[in-house]
C-alpha cells in the first residue's frame, strides 16, 4: 500500500525498465505542479503585501508546500538509502530470532498493523484537507458579485495572477491548476511521512524483539508452563546449556549490532564473515532526519502564524467598533458602546496549555527559537 502510494505521490518507480521514461515525466508533472502553486502564493504573498492577515497566511502555506518539494527531492536523493534500509529491515527478520517465531509473528505482525493504519491516517488526513479547501470556494463563489470577492473566496488558496483570472474560461483554467498543485503537495506531504512512520514502527518493533531474545537468553527450552517452571530454567552445570546460552548471547549482540551500530562487527569465531556496516537505526536517521527537521519548523511557523492570525483580528476589534456611524447615535447608544470599547481594550488572547500567552511577542520567540534548534541540530550533524 505505501509503494503504491508512493508511486502516485511520483517518487517510487514501478519495477521494469520500460516504464522508467514515462514515470519520469510524470514525476516531472507532480514537480512542476506544485512549484507551478507555490509560484501562485509568493506571487499573492508579494500583490497583497500590506495586509498582514493575507501575507502571513500565503507565508504558512508558501513554507508548508516548499517543504512538500523539499520532502520530494531528499526522498529522491536518498532512494538507494531508503531500499538498503528495507532490505536489511528484511535481513534482520530472517537472520535472527529463528527459535522464537511465535514472539516474532506477533511484534511484526503488530507492526505491520500499525504501520497501515498511521499511513492510512495520514492518506485520510490530506484527502480531508484537500476536500474541505475544494469544497468551500465552490460554495462561496456563488455569493461573489465582485473580482474582489472572486479573488479572496474563489480559489482553494489565495493567489494571484497578472491576468483577468477571475473571468471565465480562465477562471476555471486556474481552478484546475490551483487544484492540481494543492493535491500533490498535500497528498507527497502526507505520503512521507507516514512512510516515515512506517518505517519507525519497523525499525522499532526489530527493538523490541531483541529484547525478547534478550530476556530468554537464560532459557533453553520451550515447556509451556510458564515463566516460573524451574524445568524451563538452564541448569549452571550443564555444558550444553552453556554454549547455548552463549551463542544466543553472541546472536543478540550481533542484532544488537545490525539495529544500533555504525561499526561493523567482526565475530571472533566466523573470521570469514562480517555484519554488514552502516546499521538500521543510522540508515533510519540519515533518510528521516532533514524530513524530521523540516516538519518540526513547519509545525512551530504553521502554528506561530495560526495563533498570530487570531490574536491579530482580535486586536482590530477596538479600530473595528469605532469605525462604525456613531456619531448619529443616541446619548445611551454611545454609553454603551464606550462600555464595549472598554471591553475590547483587553484583547483576546490564546494560551498554549496555560504555559504561556501567544502574542506577538511570543510569535518572535518562537521564531528565534526554532532557528536556534536549526542552527543546533545544524553543529552537532556537522560535528
Known sequence: MQQRALRLAGVWVPPGGKWSLAYGAYSAFVMLSVVTFLASQLSAMLHFWGDILS????????????????????????RPL????????????????????????????GCALRGRRVFQWQLCLALSVYA????????????????????????????WYPFSFTETPLYQVVYIVVSTGLFYGCFVSNTLVG??????????????????????????EKCGKGDNCHSCRYASTSTDTEKEMRRRL?????????????????????????????????????????????????????????????TTVSERLQVSAYSCDWTGGSP??????????????????????????????????????SYSYFALLNQLNSE
Open 55 to 78: 501575507v502571513t497566511t500565503n507565508a504558512c502555506v508558501t513554507f508548508t508546500f516548499g517543504m512538500a518539494i523539499f520532502k520530494f527531492i531528499v526522498f529522491l536523493k536518498m
Open 82 to 109: 531508503t531500499n538498503k534500509l528495507i532490505e536489511e529491515l528484511d535481513t534482520c527478520l530472517e537472520r535472527y530470532g529463528r527459535i522464537y517465531a511465535q514472539e516474532k509473528a506477533t511484534i511484526f505482525g
Open 132 to 159: 474541505v479547501w475544494e469544497v468551500l470556494p465552490l460554495l462561496q463563489i456563488r455569493t461573489c458579485s465582485s473580482t474582489e470577492c472572486r479573488v479572496q473566496s474563489g480559489f482553494p488558496a489565495l493567489v
Open 195 to 220: 512512510v516515515f512512520c512506517s518505517l519507525m514502527i519497523n525499525v522499532s518493533g526489530h527493538v523490541r524483539f531483541l529484547n525478547v531474545m534478550a530476556r530468554n537468553m537464560g532459557y533453553v
Open 250 to 310: 553472541k546472536e543478540c549482540v550481533r542484532y544488537h549490532n545490525d539495529i544500533a551500530s555504525g561499526r561493523a562487527c567482526h565475530c571472533p569465531h566466523h573470521h570469514h564473515q562480517n555484519v554488514v556496516d552502516c546499521r538500521l537505526i543510522e540508515r533510519l536517521s540519515a533518510l528521516v532526519g532533514p524530513i524530521l527537521l523540516g516538519e518540526f519548523l513547519a509545525d512551530v511557523i504553521t502554528v506561530s502564524v495560526s495563533a498570530f492570525v487570531t
Open 332 to 369: 445611551r447608544f454611545l454609553r454603551e458602546l464606550r462600555i464595549f470599547q472598554c471591553r475590547t481594550g483587553r484583547p483576546l488572547l490564546l494560551t498554549a496549555s496555560k504555559f504561556y500567552t501567544i502574542t506577538r511577542e511570543t510569535f518572535l520567540l518562537l521564531i528565534n527559537a
